[in-house]
């Protein structure tokens, strides 16, 4: 029975969602001039030897996983009680805020794919020249207060994939997120996917569609390449459903219900 911990602070698996108190928020780390790596703790919590059989044991999943980089587990067997630790380092290349999926393969009876979010952010950090002559900062390098990303502004972005607003340096204004609309909403699992304003990355192929139930289960990934999409997932149950778009720069989250 595997079980997952940051911070002392459990990691759910299945989990979408992100906090800087068990290290799977990252905060804001400054491009190219900062990292900050956040160490997890898998526990055999089972009466059985649990194996780890992923390769590599613990994979960084997504179109950001590249500026997320793993330490591996020193051990691949765990005895009942045992344990053993990963590290994840955030090095950003780019502002915005960056999301991928961790997976954690064992022989769990019934979790045998462990998986979970994590996020980070770069951000621009320019040197301000001083009256005196010094310089600092004008964004903390390493930013990890627990929640303070939280605050930033993924709440309003994530609350219905509307677009939003940063600020980066001394008054630079990226322009307004992306956007997107499921119609029907509801619908039978049959729908039409719309974006806006994701030309550049849909150019590039950056574009990922992933939809969970409410359980918080991934049932359905694919990649999209054009700014308007029909999805067709058959024998769907009816519920309350979220599609998730992760471009470039962040991630839209629309919910949607499927009836009968």
């Known amino acids: ?5 940051g911070h002392g602070l ?3 698996d299945g989990s979408l969602s992100t906090s800087g108190l068990n290290g799977t928020s990252f905060g804001g780390v400054c491009v190219q001039t900062g990292a900050i790596t956040k160490t997890f703790t898998i526990v055999n919590a089972g009466d059985g030897d649990l194996n780890l059989t992923g390769v590599p044991l613990v994979n960084v999943l997504g179109i950001n996983s590249g500026q997320f980089s793993v330490t591996q587990p020193a051990q691949s067997t765990l005895a009942p009680g045992a344990f053993t ?5 955030f090095n950003p290349n780019s502002m915005g805020m960056k999301f991928a999926r961790v997976n954690i393969l064992s022989n769990d009876c019934d979790e045998s794919i462990y998986d979970f979010t994590i996020k980070g952010r770069g951000r621009l950090c320019n040197a301000l ?9 004008n964004l903390l390098l390493g930013e990890d207060e627990p929640n303070s990303d939280e605050k930033d502004v993924e709440s309003d972005r994530e609350s219905a994939g509307n677009g939003y ?3 980066l340096g001394t008054g630079d204004m990226i322009a307004p997120s992306p956007t997107a609309t499921i119609f ?3 619908n039978n699992g049959q729908f039409t996917l719309s974006l806006d304003g994701m030309t550049e990355s849909l150019t590039n192929g950056q574009v990922q569609l992933i939809i969970s139930n ?3 289960q991934t049932i359905h990934v694919q990649k999209i390449t054009n700014e308007k999409i029909d999805v067709q997932i058959m024998q769907l149950v009816p519920g309350t459903y979220q599609a998730r778009m992760i471009y470039s720069d962040g991630m839209l989250t629309i919910p949607f219900i499927v009836v009968d």
């Open 10 to 12: 459990s990691v759910v």
């Open 85 to 89: 630790t990963f590290s994840i380092t």
């Open 214 to 216: 409410s359980m918080g």
């Open 129 to 137: 020249q001083q009256s005196g002559g010094s310089t600092k900062s």
């Open 184 to 186: 029907p909403n509801p």
């Open 165 to 167: 607003s940063d600020y």
């Open 1 to 5: 029975e595997i079980a997952l911990y």
